[in-house]
């Protein structure tokens, strides 16, 4: 975690040669390690395959699973569990949507494993134009939830936008929210196959597919540094 919190990034990922095209991986935050992260194990299974060799697919043993990684030149798709959400609407939960800095929503929903909540708002200009008091973050670590993610129907090529805050902050590229954002818009759009867009300061796209049991993250990843870490 020292390592995390020296590098100052929003998760950091570590791994461990285990077998052929097999590996531990954890990710951790300048604060505490975290069950699951999108764009770090993009980055790893890249960085693997291009710079080291390994053959793909990549299996990456972690505390919430085991996840297949296929790399094809600079483009990398993840399986990723399914995390369903239910409707919630109590006084328990909505009390994270005024800092949040949302009056009205069409729908809250929680997910329970981790504790993940998602509103979604009339449209994707209110998602841009969201602005969080940080009392948001105290907020989430005392009710114990990874993160809220504030989502709408998007433009043209997208299906769907959606911003992600946590105990640290915004998430600026968060592969994990699909994990709850997909099953939900899959029953609203009708569809399995879908593309994303997190109107962040930096910015992502992910294209989603849904399966019966996982969730199939894609995305691109590019080499931008490159050094040794002294201990």
């Known amino acids: 975690m020292s390592i995390a919190k020296e590098l100052g990034l929003t998760e950091t990922a570590f791994t461990e040669k285990i077998g052929e095209s097999e ?3 954890r990710w951790f935050t300048s604060r505490r390690e975290v069950p699951m992260c999108g764009y770090a194990t993009i980055a790893t299974a890249y960085t693997l395959a291009k710079e ?3 053959k793909s697919p990549i299996s990456f043993h972690t505390m919430s699973g085991v996840f297949p990684a296929e790399v094809e030149d600079n483009q990398v798709t993840i399986n990723f569990p399914l995390y369903p959400t239910s409707s919630m609407k109590t006084t328990e939960d909505e009390r994270l ?6 009056e009205d929503y069409i729908e809250l929903r929680r997910s329970d494993g981790p504790v993940v909540y998602m509103v979604e708002l009339y449209s994707h200009e209110e998602v841009r134009r969201l602005d969080p008091n940080p009392r948001i973050r105290d907020l989430l670590k005392e009710m ?4 809220i993610i504030a989502t709408a129907r998007g433009e043209e090529p997208f299906d769907y936008v959606h911003r992600v805050f946590n105990q640290g902050g915004e998430d600026h590229g968060c592969g994990v929210a699909h994990c709850a954002l997909s099953p939900y818009w899959r029953s609203k759009l009708g569809k399995s196959e879908m593309r994303s867009l997190q109107p962040s300061e930096r910015g992502s796209e992910i294209f989603v597919e849904l399966t019966d049991d996982a969730t199939r993250i894609t995305g691109k990843a590019t080499m931008l540094i490159k050094g040794t870490l002294t201990i």
């Open 23 to 25: 590996y531990k991986l």
């Open 144 to 147: 114990n939830a990874f993160f």
């Open 52 to 54: 080291y060799g390994v």
């Open 97 to 102: 949507l005024e800092p949040l800095g949302v």
